[in-house]
């Protein structure tokens, strides 16, 4: 059975901290591993990663791959309250079919 | 501007009834999904259409069912309500490339709770 796993489920950390968040998956016909962050509402897109060892960023955001073996992780530097949410990682294994991991809930305090 | 909606964005059901949530979108996007989030499983996916008069069952379908007879729109049907099937959920559509991928993009999401 396909399956991601994140970690931690729940983070708390002050203003300015450093955080990585863990992604793991167990997938047959992987084809790409996604984050998404969901604040009170739908998820949004972040990254897509396909190869391994390629590093992605977007400002204070980025995430890296390992195919060989099999996780990911979302780096955020210099955290701000507005990073406060749900971190999502999916891995895509058929024509966009998503299974998600369970999600790690960041908060951000001031 | 394009978008995606769902309705109702909150709905109270008693279990046996039928019950049909809607989503729209107006990017024409010719991929469809509809997923269920509750606590402690992420997003599952239940239902998928690749265009017009194309249904798939995802991870979960089992109560579920959609239609696809236009592009814009894929109604989930609860057949008959389940205090199990209490979640969250959420349509998505993609069609435009981003940098290789099909980007999902996700409706605002309906809370449905079955009594």
């Known amino acids: 059975e396909d399956k991601v796993v994140q970690s931690p489920l729940s983070l708390v950390v002050h203003e300015g901290d450093t955080v990585t968040l863990n992604c793991s998956y167990e997938v047959t016909n992987f084809r790409s591993l996604l984050w998404y962050k969901q604040e009170k509402k739908a998820p949004t897109f972040l990254f897509m990663l396909t190869s391994s060892g390629i590093e992605k960023k977007s400002g204070r955001l980025s995430s890296i791959l390992d195919k060989k073996e099999l996780f990911s992780i979302l780096n955020i530097t210099a955290t701000q309250t507005g990073d406060s949410a749900i971190y999502l990682c999916?891995?895509?294994?058929?024509?966009?079919?998503?299974?998600f991991g369970q999600g790690t809930r960041l908060t951000i305090n001031p | 501007d394009a978008e995606i909606t769902q309705s109702p964005r909150h709905k109270i059901t008693e279990t046996g009834r039928q019950v049909t949530l809607a989503c729209h979108q107006t990017w024409n996007h010719n991929n469809m999904f509809w997923y269920r989030q509750d606590l402690g499983h992420g997003l599952r996916l239940i239902h998928y259409?690749?265009?017009?008069?194309?249904?798939n069952k995802g991870e979960v379908s089992d109560g579920y069912s959609v239609s696809r007879s236009n592009t814009e729109d894929l109604p989930l049907t609860l057949e008959s309500a389940a205090s199990s099937q209490t979640s969250v959920y959420f349509c998505a559509s993609s069609g435009v490339q981003h940098a290789g991928y099909y980007e999902q993009y996700f409706g605002p999401g309906t809370r449905l709770t079955v009594t």
């Open positions: 999916a891995v895509e294994w058929g024509a966009q079919k998503l299974v």
């Open positions: 259409s690749y265009g017009v008069q194309d249904t």
